[in-house]
């Protein structure tokens, strides 16, 4: 059965014919990229060095390709937006919804206007057309996916329209998140709700999103790498990928050392990971984590913080704020928003 030719609600269409439309590529002058590696030099859209990223993981040769965190923004008084994408490599994961790992994700004056949505049984890309309301110049901001790579975009605007560059972020750097598949964005409907998108929205902030699906180990390479990030607050996060306890207690407080060096003044903000449910394991790997902040904290670092990931889902309704007991769906990834955005703020 083809629910699509039943119900035309979620029904998906790429063919749109509009002979006022201009393509323009997504590398022009006046469209700001955020949350990618040197977007204007490279080939597609990447978030860290892919020669670093290889050197450290064969999996992460991969998965810097998927364009998480990655945006694009603008103002315009163009009638509609359209996108045209080129996607080599397209995720499907039994755990989340295409548009999450393969969808664009529209603002319009950073409130959610409608998701570019993919069709099911694409190959390599898609193209898709929304309607704008109103008139006059308007702020666009489009999320990439989550778990895919984009090699090109182009944006299709009314020939006649006006372009111009989006107005700057609150800071100049971003804010830079470390961590598992949780950071990457897994596993929310819609790329623009991941805890780091939706803090950087409210908080008018640049981020960018260093979450690796299964991948981010603390590797001393990658805080290396790290480090020499400019930014302008760190929040580091890759508790659920250390295979076990004693491979944290062996990387966590040397991860947070390197990029300390580094940087003396950096705003460093730890987390342990969020939980429904909590164990024996879990309590022992929050208390290494804990004690790379104590630790600090006693040798006099003024700017490192510590969040517990335990309160991150609240008390009522805990139980529905993850899509398996582990990924945060939308309760689950809004409620991580209040909690480390609250502290953002206050330490920004």
Known sequence: MNIEQIDENVRVSTSFHEESLRWY???????????????????????????????????????????????????????????????????????????????????????????FVPPYDMQNGYA?????????????????????????????????????????????????????????????????????????????????????????????????????????ALVLDYDYNAPDCVHLATTHEAFFQIIRRSQPELPILILTRPNCEVDSWTIQRRQIIYQTYRRAVRAGDKNVHFLNGKRFFGTRWRDGCTVDGVHPNELGSHRMAQAIGRELKRIL
């Not at 995720?91 to 664009?104: E, I, K, P």
């Not at 666009?140 to 372009?163: D, N």
Request: glycine letters at 8%; one cysteine or more; hydrophobic letters at 40%.
């Open 25 to 115: 590529s997504a590398k022009d002058p006046f469209f700001t990229l955020n949350g990618f590696w040197r977007p204007y030099q490279s080939d597609g859209f990447v978030r860290m060095d892919p020669e670093v990223a290889a050197s450290i993981h064969e999996s992460l040769s991969e998965l810097c390709h998927a364009t998480a965190g990655g945006r694009i923004r603008f103002r315009t008084n163009s009638d509609y937006i359209a996108i045209r994408a080129l996607m080599p490599q397209i995720d499907r994961l039994s755990v989340m919804t295409l548009c999450g790992s393969a969808g664009f994700d529209l603002y319009v004056d950073n409130v959610f206007y409608r998701t």
């Open 128 to 232: 898709a057309i929304e309607y704008l309301p109103g008139s006059g110049m308007k702020d666009i901001l489009i999320h990439f996916p989550l778990y895919s790579s984009v090699s090109q975009l182009w944006i299709g605007l009314h020939k006649e329209a006006h372009v111009e560059k989006a107005t700057a972020y609150r800071y100049e750097k971003p804010v830079v998140f470390y961590g598992s598949s949780i950071t990457q964005g897994g596993c929310v409907t819609r790329p623009g709700n991941s805890y780091e998108s939706i803090i950087c929205r409210n908080m008018n902030i640049d981020c960018l999103n260093l979450g690796f699906a299964g991948s981010a180990k603390g590797e001393r390479s990658m805080a290396e790498y790290i480090a020499q990030l400019p930014m302008c």
